[in-house]
């Protein structure tokens, strides 16, 4: 963990507290960074969309399951 001190909007924080039902702010701002990384990671490989070819049966993968 790394305690930080950040200068943040209070309407914004406010408003994100209310949106997501998080008690904390910590957890209000570990749950944005989550997403964004998430958001990122995603954005990151949609670059690869149909460049890649991946012979796939879906039926085979439902069966190993």
């Known amino acids: ?3 930080t001190t950040l200068d943040l909007p209070a309407p914004l ?3 994100a507290m209310k949106l997501s039902n998080h008690k904390t702010k910590t957890a209000v701002i570990i749950s ?3 997403d ?3 958001k990122t990671r995603i954005s990151g490989l949609k670059k ?3 460049k890649i070819d991946i012979d796939i049966d879906l039926n085979t993968l439902k069966k190993r399951k």
């Open 1 to 3: 963990e790394m305690r």
């Open 48 to 50: 690869y969309k149909g």
């Open 13 to 15: 924080l406010t408003e």
């Open 36 to 38: 964004f990384v998430r």
């Open 32 to 34: 944005a960074l989550e």
